[in-house]
């Protein structure tokens, strides 16, 4: 076990290589945390815009694991680059927002989900489409139990361009796979 000063100057060092890396660009997935009504959140964002929202209910390791192999494994926590994402939330939830103006970072999506999340950004604060409308707009229209499961595991769905009730939020759950 570590003793006090020695911990606080591992916690430096640590500190200290997280702003040379990030400097450096060399961290291309900045990760940082926020509690909220409806648990603690995960924000992963790159330069594209947030990339991922991980629920304390999710594995964060196979989350995290995913997003290595598929878009790149220089993951760090870096909360500053989370920042906007996390203060649009704050406010979404304190009912003081009902618009977000945050880029996404789509590369987890399918094409599929990406046609779906196009479609539902749509349809503005306090209206109502149907998974069938939604899959007829976007030329499916038989899959409207495949646009409600995407939908289902979308919380990014809510961070377009319009926001979504909050009863919807609640369905959403991120893990577009």
Avoid: C, N, W
Wanted: charged share 25%.
């Amino acid at each position: 076990m570590l003793g006090t000063g020695a911990e606080q100057r591992a916690e430096a060092a640590s500190a200290a290589f997280v702003e040379a890396a990030d400097e450096r660009g060399l961290v291309d997935v900045a990760v940082g945390e926020m509690d909220s009504p409806i648990g603690r959140l995960t924000l992963a964002v790159t330069q594209r815009g947030l990339l991922r929202v991980v629920f304390a209910s999710e594995d964060l390791d196979g989350a995290l694991g995913r997003v290595a192999r598929e878009v790149s494994p220089r993951i760090l926590e870096v909360p500053a680059r989370t920042d906007e994402a996390r203060r649009q939330l704050e406010a979404y939830f304190d009912g003081a927002r009902h618009r977000f103006d945050l880029p996404l970072d789509r590369r987890l999506m399918s094409r599929f989900v990406r046609s779906v999340l196009e479609r539902t950004e749509r349809v503005g604060f306090g209206q109502v489409a149907t998974y069938g409308q939604v899959a007829k707009d976007i030329g499916r229209p038989t899959a409207a139990r495949a646009v409600g499961a995407a939908l289902g595991r979308l919380l990014v769905a809510t961070l377009a361009r319009e926001a979504v009730p909050l009863a919807a939020v609640l369905t959403m759950v991120s893990s577009y796979a």
